[in-house]
C-alpha cells in the first residue's frame, strides 16, 4: 500500500514563507513523476507544480513561478513545495501526488494515480 503524507502547511500572513514536505512510503512505490496540486474552497483541484524523480527541469502553473520551487530527496523519497513570497490567493488545502508509470511531469491530474490527504495553507492579508 502506497501512501503519501504531506506536512508543513499552517497559517501565515501575506509576504511570507512555508515549506510543504511529501514522504512517500510503500512496498514497492518507485516513483517516477512527483508533483503538487492545490484546492481552494468551491473551485477546481489545479496544479501547481511538478518534478520527474530522474532527473530534468521541474513544470510549475504561471501563478506561482518565480515564488514556488519543487524539490526532492530521493535517498528519503520525499518532495518539497517550498512557497515564498506567499499570497491570500494562494490559500487552499496542497496535495502532493505521484505517478506510478509516467517518468515526465505533467499538470494533468490523471497522470497521477497516488495522492495525499492534504495540508492546509492558509495566507492572511
Known amino acids: 500500500q502506497v501512501q503519501l503524507v504531506e506536512s508543513g502547511g499552517g497559517l501565515v500572513q501575506a509576504g511570507d514563507s512555508l515549506r510543504l514536505s511529501c514522504a512517500a512510503s510503500?512496498?514497492?512505490?518507485?516513483?517516477?513523476?512527483r508533483g503538487w496540486f492545490r484546492q481552494a474552497p468551491g473551485k477546481e483541484r489545479e496544479f501547481v507544480a511538478a518534478?520527474?524523480?530522474?532527473?530534468?527541469?521541474?513544470i510549475y502553473a504561471d501563478s506561482v513561478k518565480g515564488r514556488f520551487t519543487i524539490s526532492k530527496d530521493n535517498a528519503n523519497n520525499t518532495v518539497y513545495l517550498q512557497m515564498n513570497s506567499l499570497k491570500p490567493e494562494d490559500t487552499a488545502v496542497y496535495y502532493c501526488?505521484?505517478?506510478?508509470?509516467?517518468?515526465?511531469?505533467?499538470?494533468?491530474?490523471?497522470?497521477?494515480?497516488?495522492w495525499g490527504r492534504g495540508t492546509q495553507v492558509t495566507v492572511s492579508s
Open positions: 501526488a505521484g505517478s506510478g508509470s509516467s517518468f515526465y511531469p505533467t499538470t494533468t491530474r490523471t497522470t497521477y494515480n497516488y
Open positions: 518534478v520527474s524523480w530522474s532527473g530534468g527541469s521541474p
Open positions: 510503500g512496498v514497492t512505490f518507485n516513483p517516477k513523476a
